[in-house]
């Protein structure tokens, strides 16, 4: 797949928090039971439509402040080509890393791979709706009403980290690289409040020896020890979901990321 921007998102860091020991599907069903499912328009990812109505997708955003009621819903990762067209959709709640993958493949001209998540209602507005792409809450008008100087939502132009994207340190797994940059998460908490604007998302669940560091491949996982070889090694876990900008901070200097559900300040080595 060329130019392939693989977007990996999973819903539940949102609300696994509060759901431990729950069923996340089950969770999310019950939550959004009275939300309205709405559609994307398969011929236009610009588009989808919420109780009959068809809206377009703006460039313009609002912050996590800027939000109203949440009264529907998408959530569906969408496959798409060069010309906005969706070739394929998974659904959020179901998917997985390797359904993701599947996605990919099952996509081979798919250039875009994004998630749309929720939608919401304006506050003391009802000119528009507001709509969780990729980390970004864009606005929706109803697409009849679209002024010819609204700029409609660009899918080619994905959020941007500060030289390209993050990952995981393949050598040291709490580590973070950014172009060529290293990043060492700390163990200093970071509150809501002190987030700024969203730069990225990983997504990944990394299992690393907790005295090495190295992240344990797959193999390495399912590996039976039948000598125990390994008896004394201590393992760890780390789900990492979205960066944030930290308020008073510069971004090459320090992050916010998301690791098992709570913040940790990421400082530039």
């Known amino acids: 797949m ?10 539940a860091f949102i609300v696994c928090a ?9 969770k999310i069903k019950e939550y959004s039971s009275d939300k309205e499912q709405c559609y994307l328009d398969t011929e236009n990812v610009t588009r989808f439509s919420y109780k009959g109505n068809n809206y377009t997708i703006l460039a313009d955003t609002v912050s996590n402040g800027g939000l109203g009621e949440w009264i529907g819903y998408i959530r569906q990762l969408a496959a798409i080509d060069e010309k906005g067209k969706i070739l394929l959709q998974e659904n959020v709640e ?7 993958a599947d996605l990919a493949e099952k996509a081979p001209e798919a250039a875009y791979i994004i998630p749309f998540l929720n939608v919401y209602a304006a506050p003391n507005a009802d000119a528009y709706l507001i709509v969780d792409i990729n980390g970004g809450y864009h606005k929706a008008v109803i697409s009849e009403n679209v002024k010819d100087n609204d700029m409609v939502f660009d899918f080619k132009k994905t959020e941007k980290s500060i030289n390209g994207s993050f990952e995981v340190n393949p050598e040291n797994a709490t580590q973070l690289l950014c172009g ?7 163990s200093d908490m970071v509150s809501d409040d002190e987030l700024g604007s969203y730069i990225d998302i990983l997504a990944e669940s990394v ?12 193999e390495d996982l399912s590996k039976i020890d039948w000598y125990g070889e390994n008896a004394g090694q ?13 308020y008073g901070t510069d971004k090459a200097e320090a992050v916010a990321v998301n690791v098992n559900d709570n913040y940790y300040i990421a400082k530039r080595q």
């Open 2 to 11: 060329n130019k392939k921007r693989i977007m990996f998102v999973l819903f």
């Open 207 to 218: 299992t690393f020896d907790t005295e090495t560091k190295i992240p344990l491949s797959k």
């Open 234 to 246: 201590g393992r760890e876990n780390w789900f990492y979901t979205d960066i944030y900008e930290i």
């Open 94 to 100: 179901t998917a997985t890393f390797h359904s993701l």
């Open 18 to 26: 509060a759901l431990a020991g729950c069923s996340l599907q089950d």
């Open 180 to 186: 060529g940059t290293i990043y060492q998460v700390t």
